[in-house]
């Protein structure tokens, strides 16, 4: 879709509204306007020509502030007014926000704001606690809670249950990144592979995915060792986890599984200084089962900032801008198939062409030598 905003413009554009709108003290007859239409504009949208109405008349309930029929009721409240006194407005709106006649259903989201702060409501599904509630500050790193104003398509994320913990582990991930960057401990892309290894040791020990953990546990050896040599433990842990069978699997190694795909068919080897191996044994410390791995990335990104990122090559592919790939393509119309279902004979048919149905990434189509005139009888061999 071109000049749809990715992920990392729209959080820029936000900041610049953060910059513009923090502070604000005055009524909210007379700027909830500009503020809407300038916070559409930072997901690069036009208000007015995604349908969004103000002052849309509701018959008992008075004039919604912005109305997006099916998709959007926003009440706003002036500086410093609890998002509470919202609560009779935000109900009623939304109950009065259908039309029958014209097969528009009650709206799926509700925000209510006072300058200062989001509530983000879903109350067909979740009438009796907000989505999400986070300050006017974190916008640019709520950017996602609030994607439905960038596509009516496009789903948001509420993950702030998560976040702390994530933001928390991706600081320890990331000062370690840099510190082996700064002292060249290796080539920058050896480096990079080395994290990613690293992290996936982290999520999958947790998971239950590497029994016994044996990252964790090299770690906490590694430290109380005088000349501690992590190319030789770690990298022989990633070595294990390329390789098949169970030979050389033995202590703190028992049980650890060969990993197959492609990110340990080159197992990286870089020599970590004390205080690097203390980020890790902090970031080991975090329940990385509840760090959110969709955020994670876009967290490292901020921590890193953009000049260190550009520097060394470290770029994360926002989830935002994915799903305007994976949505269309493949989401919805899936989703369509099984709404349309009505007869067990048609859902028999459904599943069996769900469990068929393949994804080629573009990135693996290359590395396998796949073109558009691939055989279809290939593509299945894949």
């Not at 998560?162 to 370690?176: F, I, Q, W, Y």
Request: glycine content about 6%; overall charge negative; some cysteine.
């Amino acid at each position: 879709m071109p000049g749809v905003r990715s992920g990392l413009e729209i959080q820029q554009a936000l900041k610049a509204f953060v910059t513009k709108w923090s502070g604000y003290a005055g009524s909210e007859r007379a700027e909830a306007q500009s503020f809407l239409n300038d916070l559409f504009a930072a997901y690069g949208t036009d208000r007015s020509e995604a349908g969004a109405l103000f002052e849309s008349f509701s018959a008992s309930a008075g004039f919604m502030d912005l109305f997006l029929p099916g998709v959007l009721i926003v009440e706003m409240k002036a500086p410093h007014v609890p998002l509470e006194k919202a609560k009779d407005q935000r109900v009623r709106y939304w109950q009065e926000s259908s039309d029958s006649a014209k097969d528009i259903p009650a709206a799926r989201y509700v925000v209510a704001c006072n300058f200062g702060e989001f509530e983000i409501w879903e109350p067909g599904r979740f009438p009796n606690e907000a989505r999400s509630r986070f300050p006017l500050s974190e916008l640019p790193d709520r950017y996602d809670a609030l994607l439905f104003l960038q596509s009516q398509t496009m789903e948001p994320v509420f993950s702030e249950h998560r976040r702390t913990l994530t933001t928390d582990a991706a600081v320890h991930v990331a000062a370690l990144y840099t510190s082996l960057a700064d002292r060249s401990a290796a080539p920058i892309d050896e480096i990079q592979r080395f994290v990613m290894q690293l992290v996936w040791c982290l999520f999958a020990e947790d998971l239950g995915m590497l029994d016994g953990y044996p990252l964790q546990n090299s770690v906490d050896a590694l430290l109380k060792e005088q000349h501690p040599d992590s190319a030789k433990d770690i990298g022989y842990l990633f070595t294990l986890l390329n390789q098949k069978g169970n030979h050389n699997r033995q202590g703190r190694y028992e049980g650890t599984r060969y990993v197959n795909g492609e990110l340990f068919q080159q197992p990286a080897a870089v020599f970590m200084n004390r205080d690097e191996l203390e980020h890790l044994r902090d970031a080991a410390e975090f329940n990385w089962r509840a760090v959110d791995p969709t955020i994670f990335g876009s967290l490292m990104e901020g921590v890193l900032g953009q000049e260190r990122r550009d520097m060394l090559g470290a770029h994360y592919t926002h989830e935002a801008d994915i799903m305007k790939i994976v949505s269309p393509t493949i989401i919805r119309p899936w989703r369509e198939r099984i709404e349309a279902t009505t007869t067990p004979q048609e859902a028999r048919d459904l599943l069996d062409d769900l469990c068929a149905f393949r994804v080629l990434d573009p990135a693996f189509m290359r590395k396998s030598g796949v073109s558009r005139d691939t055989p279809a009888e290939r593509l299945l061999l894949l």
